[in-house]
């Protein structure tokens, strides 16, 4: 119907604000999604707001702003510059609401896939940015792809800068609830981390190491995609920083030796890393859990300061798994308390950290 009658179809969605209720979003949404038809609605709706009457069904200026902007961003009359001194005017996607920001990100998802538009948004990705901090799931990842969409277009010393920030605001992604999120976001981060050029390449290598404890977790991931897109990430950094253990272990897939090999290249972040550990001890999944009680056994033995309050500082953070709901888990913290408390004495099981950082490797290549 939108594609034979868009008039039609146009002047009753604009009787209907996207605000009003959810069926009302729901068809908005659904209209702004199809790449076939977007550019003769938004063309129609272009057409439209020009009558004052139907302006004033609008609920408000702001809706009446984003989806003016994105008719004229899907028009061949308006260059890359035009829109961008438009918006500019106005960043109407400074703070949106929720439901208006949904509806934007999906017509902006739809249009970004044309190359034609795609080069236009450029001028529209830090306020993107900005938006996603207390994002709905749904709209990080409609925000990722018009990042991906946009930026994939764009030449390295233009999509430099906005690589630098982008990834600071993808690190926290890697560990959200989602499986699609997590997944999206280390493919995205693995591509931008690539894009950058000059100056901004020293920056980006301190940006990336920060990363690289996250990713070799997320390669125990319990969602395969994920793990898979996390060893592809690690790969991509190992190169960035020209660390060629970790290259080479990643691209062999010796999981069970890339923690130490971590903790090895760079001694002087083994602090920090067990920092990053730590919140891995309360994840949800068994198997993230696993990856940093192995990882801060390993750790340990790598501190400067290896004082026995140090020491028990680390075992008091493994003794909260003693009640975990996983007995792998309770039991390879309660082992790998025995050993950091008797360094100097075998266990009477035989174990050593190292190999309690292989031994599940090996349970779950089984």
Aim: charged fraction near 25%.
């Amino acid at each position: 119907m939108t594609d034979q009658c868009p008039r039609e179809v146009v002047t009753s969605l604009l009787k209907l604000s996207p605000s009003c209720d959810s069926a009302a979003l729901a068809m908005w949404e659904v209209t702004l999604s199809q790449p076939h038809t977007l550019e003769k609605v938004l063309r129609e709706v272009l057409s439209k707001l020009q009558d004052q009457r139907l302006r004033r069904m609008f609920s408000s200026s702001t809706e009446d702003t984003c989806i003016h902007h994105l008719a004229l961003l899907a028009s061949s009359d308006i260059t890359s510059e035009e829109f961008a001194g438009l918006y500019k005017v106005q960043r109407y996607l400074r703070r949106p609401s929720l439901v208006l920001l949904s509806l934007v990100l999906r017509g902006l998802v739809t249009l970004s896939q044309r190359p034609e538009t795609a080069g236009k948004m450029l001028v529209l990705l830090p306020d993107i940015m900005e938006t996603q901090q207390d994002a709905s799931t749904d709209n990080k990842m409609k925000a990722l792809l018009v990042f991906r969409n946009v930026m994939g277009r764009m030449k390295r010393k233009e999509a430099s800068p906005t690589a630098l920030q982008l990834v600071e605001k993808l690190l926290p992604l890697f560990d959200d609830e989602s499986s699609q999120l997590r997944e999206l976001s280390i493919c995205l981060f693995k591509d931008v981390i690539q894009m950058v050029v000059g100056n901004d390449k020293q920056q980006m290598k301190k940006n990336v190491r920060r990363s690289l404890l996250p990713l070799f977790f997320h390669m125990s991931d319990q969602s395969e995609s994920v793990a898979k897109a996390s060893r592809e990430a690690l790969l991509v950094a190992a190169k960035l920083l020209k660390w060629k253990q970790l290259k080479h272990l990643t691209q062999t897939q010796q999981t069970c030796r890339i923690g130490e090999c971590l903790l090895v290249q760079d001694r002087s972040r083994v602090e920090e890393y067990l920092s990053q550990s730590l919140p891995y001890l309360k994840d949800a999944q068994v198997t993230l859990r696993e990856a940093a009680v192995r990882f801060i056994g390993l750790a340990a033995q790598h501190l400067r300061d290896k004082s026995e309050e140090k020491l028990s500082e680390i075992c008091t953070a493994l003794q909260l798994l003693d009640k975990d709901a996983e007995l792998s888990v309770s039991s390879l913290a309660a082992q790998t308390m025995l050993i950091l408390r008797c360094p100097r004495e075998q266990p009477t099981s035989g174990w050593t950290l190292r190999a309690l950082c292989c031994w599940p490797c090996k349970g779950r290549q089984k």
